[in-house]
Nanobody, 123 residues
Framework: QVKIKESGGGSVQPGGALRLSCTSS????????IAWFRQTPGKEREGVAC?????????DYTESVKGRFTISRDSAENTVYLQMNSLKPEDTDIYYC???????????????WGQGTQVTVSS
């Protein structure tokens, strides 16, 4: 089983910023599409941002985060980041990193998932 690890979650006030990280010690993330999803327990998981493999690099975002969130990769660190700026209370969720063959905001397209990291936006 491929292990994916997220980090960087925490609590922040509205308008603040966080950077989430996604990495793996078992696979080279450059060869895969990576996405960030978020979910509140009891609700459907939502695709937030996705990034094609290194040879393509195209990105897509759900409408509610466009202009505020940026997905990127650091090949040397084998890490994919989600930079989240201008955070709002409605961004509060558990954020998951997912790895698959093709970038999509559809969770069914992904084979490997991390355990999630909590993001809380509150005053």
């Amino acid at each position: 089983q491929v292990k994916i690890k997220e980090s960087g979650g925490g609590s922040v006030q509205p308008g603040g910023a966080l950077r989430l990280s996604c990495t793996s010690s078992q696979i080279t993330l450059d060869y895969y599409a990576i996405a960030w999803f978020r979910q509140t327990p009891g609700k459907e998981r939502e695709g937030v941002a996705c990034l094609e493999n290194h040879s393509d690099g195209s990105t897509d975002y759900t409408e509610s985060v466009k202009g505020r969130f940026t997905i990127s990769r650091d090949s040397a660190e084998n890490t994919v980041y989600l930079q989240m700026n201008s955070l709002k209370p409605e961004d509060t969720d558990i954020y998951y990193c997912a790895v698959g063959a093709w970038a999509s905001l559809d969770q069914t397209r992904y084979d490997y998932w991390g355990q999630g990291t909590q993001v809380t936006v509150s005053s």
